[in-house]
């Protein structure tokens, strides 16, 4: 089956500092990849999502992932974090005849000022 | 206008009674999805509808069913409440295909049974 992990349960940056977020996952082949920010209170919102071609993807509100095939992974990267990005983020993967989208466990991150 | 809307947005309520939560997209998308997110955030999927057709059922209580009248549309009624039962249900919808280009999710519903 296939899953997806993220390893940090709760990172803190200051602001202004750069972010990475790491997510792998476990899959036959390339599934269809995503991150989603949760604000608190809020639905899930997509920043970004990985299909096939360029490997380096860039979303909204200054976020980019990577995919990178021999790791499995599918980090989350911001060069310079606001005070607004404090939230919780969610690594997906969907794959299979009914495009189900599986949820890593989420990262919380808080920025300090 | 909003894209996915649930109602009601809290809900609370007393072990062993009834309730239900309605969701409507207006994207035009074709399959909705409830997902529940847990105290500790963790989201999974429930049950999926794909044109009226139920597509996904995963193993849930068979006190939660879900009913969709029409694409737009897709509600879950639970039976029985329980106090596990709480947590923030979230509908979501996409347009089926390969691949689908992202869900678009709802603001949740915070359930809390008592």
């Known amino acids: 089956a296939q899953s997806v992990t993220q390893p940090d349960i709760h990172i803190t940056v200051s602001e202004g500092a750069s972010l990475e977020l790491r997510c792998n996952y476990s899959?036959?082949?390339?599934?269809?990849l995503f991150w989603y920010v949760q604000s608190p209170g809020q639905g899930l919102q997509l920043l970004l999502k990985?299909?096939?071609?360029?490997?380096l993807v860039q979303g909204i509100k200054g976020f980019e992932a990577e995919f990178k095939r021999s790791q499995s992974s599918f980090n989350l990267r911001k060069p310079s974090v606001h005070w607004s990005d404090a939230a919780e983020y969610f690594c997906?993967?969907?794959?299979?005849?009914?495009?189900?989208?599986?949820f890593g466990k989420g990262t919380l991150l808080t920025v300090n000022p | 206008d909003t894209a996915v809307s649930q109602t009601p947005k809290y809900l609370v309520t007393q072990m062993g009674n009834d309730k239900s939560i309605k969701c409507e997209q207006n994207?035009?998308?074709?399959?909705m999805y409830w997902y529940k997110q847990d105290s500790k955030k963790f989201l999974k999927i429930m049950f999926s509808y794909n044109n009226k057709e139920l597509i996904i059922n995963e193993t849930v209580p068979n006190r939660f069913s879900p009913k969709s009248p029409d694409k737009a549309h897709l509600n879950l009624h639970i039976n029985s409440l329980e106090l596990g039962d709480s947590a923030v249900y979230f509908c979501?919808?996409?347009?089926?295909?390969?691949?689908?280009?992202?869900?678009?999710f709802g603001s949740g519903t915070r359930l809390t049974v008592v």
């Open positions: 994207l035009g998308h074709d399959t």
């Open positions: 979501a919808s996409s347009q089926r295909g390969a691949p689908t280009y992202g869900y678009t």
């Open positions: 899959y036959g082949a390339t599934p269809y």
């Open positions: 997906a993967v969907e794959r299979g005849s009914n495009y189900k989208l599986t």
């Open positions: 990985y299909f096939s071609g360029d490997t």
